[in-house]
């Protein structure tokens, strides 16, 4: 159980809350931002599951929680998380815990997710057109600013407000929109090809769809979305689990290298 709460709506809301938020002088990390790269890539991989936990429990108005609460919210155990707080330098109180709102502007600022992210989306079939049209990227300070596709038909249709642009404008387009981050929602035959261009119009990180691996320079950050993958881990513990209970069949499926 969550320990305070105030009536839900009595609150500023999470993007109000944004762009209000002061860094105490004496924080340690206000004092260097580069302490930032302290923060070790697996505890960087939790940190958004302990803000979403700690974002629905802002909705439901409490004000704050307990390691003990909030760890079981985000799926780990309370001294992960309490080890993997230590590093943005919030200990909590003893027999209060954490600040819900203050926690999560903290993990936020840690994230990076105080300023705002233009996006440009590369590739505007199914996928690209359904996170185009995602309003949940507008919560972590990322905007579309602008979609591409190699496909005349496409160019100069709008999703939402955002018009679809033609690649031969992309490098004129990322550097006008201050473009930090390119999603690549373009078949993998020409996800490559995509992420050169991007790359080359200066966009350093990268969000691939395509199911490939992408060569980059080494001053580009690239994370991989693939369902397929998530699907095959939990086909595997399902089989697991189906053999434990001694009901295991083999289908006779191909091993799926086609994706
Ligand atoms: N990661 C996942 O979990 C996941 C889920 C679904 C789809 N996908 C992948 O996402 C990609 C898109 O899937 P989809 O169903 O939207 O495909 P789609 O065929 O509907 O759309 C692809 C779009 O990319 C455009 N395109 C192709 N080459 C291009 C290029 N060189 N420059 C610019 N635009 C180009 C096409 O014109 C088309 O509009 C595929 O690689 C697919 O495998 C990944």
Redesign the pocket.
Known sequence: MFERSRPAGDRPSWAAARLTWKEPVSHPMSADPTSRRDIPDATVARLPEYLRALSDAADRGVLSVSSEELATAAGVRPTQLRKDLSHLGSYGIRGVGYDVEHLALEISRALGLTQDWPVAI?????????LAAYSGFATGGFHVAAL????AA?VGTRIGDVLVEP?ADLPRLVADRGVSIGV????????Q??CD?LVRAGVRSVL?????VLSVPGDVDVR???????LHVLAFHEQRKQLAAGQGQDVGHGVGVG?
Not at 122 to 130: E, F, K, S, T, Y
């Open positions: 590369v590739g505007m079939g199914n996928l690209g057109r359904a591409f596709d190699e496909d496409l690649m690549i929602a373009t078949p993998a035959g020409s996800a090809q995509v261009t691939n769809f395509a199911p490939l991989r979305v693939d369902l397929s993958t998530e994706r």
